[in-house]
């Protein structure tokens, strides 16, 4: 019987256990720029609380004179430019996408240095500005300490100290310095389409006041002192009587015309008794190029939007006659739920631009004091495509 010999055992020799690599920092890029803004509270917050209680303190001091005002007034303008340089550093090392608040209208607010004052003394933005500078600096001054503290004595759980602290930031320059809500934006755009409305009424009753002037005016003196002369004459040399009466009957008619034309200017008759359809048509008859008038209107928009639909087209299809170089043109009229839609096309140079005068700038502004939208499509060749839209607003 065989004996069976013992498996024998081979062993190695104990390796050598790896080097651990040394310890060091495992923090992402993300990481880092919470870190660096959690530092930088404290410079930042202190300075904001400076600043505000600077001007807090001057424009209090200085209301019993007349610079008081002016000066709290100034003071938060430069509160809106650190709320600019406090989202800016929220979006380059928290990632906080935030939108920038609307410009106070200086553009349009024409109604004298009170009233801008005014506008500046009730501005929401530079207000809550104020308040964010004036409540940071105790956090400022908590953030830069746990931080700086964590840095050497709690680094391991460092990230997510830095994630919590970060996240109260967030939310402080959401809540603070964002765009309240969409309400102060539409405040904001109808402080100044108000500007533009106002305005547009001025140069329409400056251009009224000119066209009676130098128009129908001027022609009804000219006929009074035509028909003064016929009568001197009516006696002495009928026959040359009866021709100026003739010629002052001409004047009357064509007096009659220009008050008539007028009339259309402010208020059309046929966009009253008839509506937008037969206005359009009306206005598209007296163009020097063809137009195809197409209106799809189960019923009639706010009078106030037709008025405004009737005078953009008039003065497009005018733009048409005048600059175009068009062989046709064409305008169409239709509803989409709440919003009237207009387009008007032509088959001209193109090369208009809203920025190239002032008549089209002009009926964007219009249009966007009612909350409209105006868009041109004109490449340098043509066609041109002018897209108006108004809202229906008819309740």
């Given at each position: 019987?065989?004996?069976?010999?013992?498996r024998?055992?081979?062993?190695?020799?104990?390796?050598?256990?790896p080097e651990?690599?040394?310890?060091?920092?495992a923090?992402?890029?993300?990481?880092?720029?919470?870190?660096a803004?959690?530092?930088?509270n404290?410079?930042?917050?202190v300075f904001?609380?400076?600043?505000?209680m600077?001007?807090?303190?001057?424009?209090?001091?200085?209301?019993?004179?007349?610079?008081?005002?002016p000066?709290l007034a100034?003071?938060?303008?430069?509160?809106?430019?650190?709320?600019?340089l406090?989202?800016?550093r929220?979006?380059?090392?928290?990632?906080v996408r935030?939108?920038e608040?609307?410009?106070?209208?200086?553009?349009?607010?024409?109604?004298?240095f009170?009233?801008?004052?005014?506008?500046?003394?009730?501005?929401?933005?530079?207000?809550?500005t104020?308040l964010?500078?004036?409540i940071?600096?105790?956090w400022?001054?908590?953030?830069f300490t746990?931080?700086?503290?964590?840095?050497?004595?709690l680094?391991?759980?460092?990230p997510?100290?830095?994630?919590?602290?970060?996240?109260?930031?967030r939310?402080?320059v959401?809540?603070?310095?964002?765009?309240?809500?969409?309400?102060?934006?539409r405040?904001?755009?109808?402080?100044s389409?108000?500007?533009?409305?106002?305005?547009?009424?001025a140069?329409?009753?400056r251009?009224?006041e000119?066209?009676?002037?130098?128009?129908?005016q001027a022609?009804?003196?000219?006929?009074?002192?035509?028909?003064?002369?016929?009568?001197?004459?009516?006696?002495e040399?009928?026959?040359h009587?009866?021709?100026?009466?003739?010629?002052?009957?001409?004047?009357v008619?064509?007096?009659?015309?220009?008050l008539?034309?007028?009339?259309?200017?402010i208020?059309?008759?046929?966009?009253?008794?008839?509506?937008l359809d037969?206005?359009?048509?009306?206005?598209?008859?007296?163009?020097?190029?063809?137009?195809?008038?197409?209106?799809?209107?189960?019923?009639?928009?706010?009078?106030?939007?037709?008025g405004i639909?009737?005078?953009?087209?008039?003065?497009?299809?005018?733009n048409?006659?005048?600059h175009?170089?068009a062989?046709?043109?064409?305008?169409?009229?239709?509803?989409?739920?709440?919003?009237l839609?207009i387009?008007?096309s032509?088959?001209?140079?193109?090369?208009?631009?809203?920025e190239?005068?002032?008549?089209?700038?002009?009926?964007?502004?219009?249009?966007?004091?009612?909350?409209?939208?105006?868009?041109v499509d004109?490449?340098?060749?043509?066609?041109?495509?002018?897209?108006?839209?108004?809202?229906?607003?008819?309740?």
């Amino acid at each position: 019987m065989t004996e069976r010999r013992p498996r024998q055992l081979r062993t190695r020799a104990a390796e050598p256990a790896p080097e651990l690599p040394p310890a060091r920092f495992a923090y992402g890029a993300h990481t880092w720029k919470e870190i660096a803004h959690l530092l930088l509270n404290l410079p930042m917050s202190v300075f904001g609380f400076v600043y505000v209680m600077t001007v807090l303190f001057t424009g209090a001091l200085l209301t019993l004179t007349v610079i008081g005002l002016p000066v709290l007034a100034a003071g938060l303008m430069g509160a809106r430019q650190l709320g600019k340089l406090e989202r800016k550093r929220a979006r380059a090392l928290l990632g906080v996408r935030i939108d920038e608040p609307s410009p106070l209208p200086w553009s349009t607010a024409r109604s004298g240095f009170f009233q801008q004052l005014w506008l500046m003394l009730k501005d929401p933005v530079g207000w809550r500005t104020i308040l964010y500078d004036f409540i940071r600096l105790p956090w400022g001054i908590v953030t830069f300490t746990v931080t700086l503290t964590s840095l050497f004595v709690l680094w391991p759980v460092l990230p997510f100290i830095a994630r919590g602290l970060t996240n109260a930031d967030r939310a402080m320059v959401r809540g603070l310095l964002s765009p309240s809500d969409e309400l102060e934006r539409r405040i904001a755009e109808l402080e100044s389409d108000r500007g533009v409305v106002v305005d547009t009424a001025a140069a329409d009753l400056r251009r009224i006041e000119r066209d009676l002037h130098d128009g129908a005016q001027a022609r009804l003196v000219s006929l009074a002192m035509g028909l003064g002369l016929a009568k001197e004459k009516l006696l002495e040399d009928p026959d040359h009587a009866a021709a100026m009466v003739a010629e002052a009957h001409g004047e009357v008619k064509l007096a009659l015309q220009e008050l008539r034309d007028l009339a259309r200017g402010i208020h059309p008759a046929v966009l009253t008794d008839r509506g937008l359809d037969a206005a359009l048509s009306s206005v598209a008859s007296r163009c020097t190029v063809p137009v195809q008038v197409t209106a799809d209107l189960d019923e009639r928009p706010a009078a106030a939007i037709e008025g405004i639909a009737y005078f953009t087209v008039s003065e497009l299809l005018q733009n048409v006659s005048k600059h175009s170089g068009a062989r046709t043109a064409s305008v169409e009229v239709w509803r989409s739920e709440d919003r009237l839609l207009i387009q008007v096309s032509d088959d001209g140079r193109g090369g208009i631009r809203l920025e190239g005068g002032t008549g089209m700038r002009g009926l964007a502004e219009r249009l966007d004091a009612v909350d409209g939208l105006f868009v041109v499509d004109s490449p340098v060749g043509g066609p041109t495509t002018v897209t108006a839209e108004l809202p229906w607003r008819n309740r």
